[in-house]
């Protein structure tokens, strides 16, 4: 079984097909998985190259083998320069 196969198997597809596991820790007691989304822009964005990440946001997902499962997701966030054109200029 390959890795994605397995992924597919135990996380929601939509997270794998547009994030990428980026850390996973387990404890005793659960599995934190950390996942960020994958560096694809719409076409419209392709010149702005002016990004980063927000905030993680955790869901609490379905027990694996008896552990508790977190799920921590953060998405990009691309910054708009066109939004502040101007401004200083009033």
Excluded: C
């Amino acid at each position: 079984m390959k890795p994605d196969q397995l992924h597919r198997s135990i996380l929601p597809e939509v997270l794998i097909d547009n994030f990428d596991i980026d850390r996973f820790e387990k404890s005793e007691s659960r599995f934190d998985i950390w996942l960020d989304e994958k560096n694809e822009q719409l076409s419209e964005d392709k010149y702005n190259k002016n990004y980063g990440f927000g905030d993680y946001r955790t869901i609490q997902d379905y027990p694996i083998r008896g552990r508790a499962t977190y799920l921590h997701v953060r998405k990009r966030k691309w910054l708009d320069w066109r939004q502040f054109a101007g401004k200083n200029e009033q």
